[in-house]
């Protein structure tokens, strides 16, 4: 992954390496924002020569047969997108809870950001019980869950 570098003295852009650190500088800004339930998405592009993509039936491109290249691709922004919960939510959630329903929610999410959007819900009731392990298996991501068994 490359970053562009604005040049202004020469009015052009020029693109470097990600480092090491820009790396998990990226990481931890996206682990902010997935932590305030945004859902976040980078931005990349780079060039691809219009020869290397099959044409497939007229103009359509055919796509299961050409993969983006990963590892020529210019950064551009990292964005974060908020889905609000919707406003009944909560209190359904509520109502199940007091009368003995015990609620899960199943979401393809970074973990991060399920947690924050389960606690918006209700589901969760306390951030830092699950940051800190006090109840365990309170938010799992996908792979743990499918390796569960039938009793788990």
Known sequence: MQEPENDAAQGSTCERVLSNDKRQEFQALI??????????????????PHESIRVVHGDNIGRSSWSLPDSTMTFLVVVGMKDPCQTEVKAVVSALKAAGVTVRMVIGDNLATAKAIALECGILENMGAAAQGH??????????LRSWTEQE
């Open 135 to 144: 109840e365990q298996n309170m938010a799992v991501e996908g792979a743990v």
């Open 31 to 48: 682990e902010s924002m997935a932590s305030c339930s945004l859902r976040c998405i980078a931005l990349a592009y780079t060039k691809v």
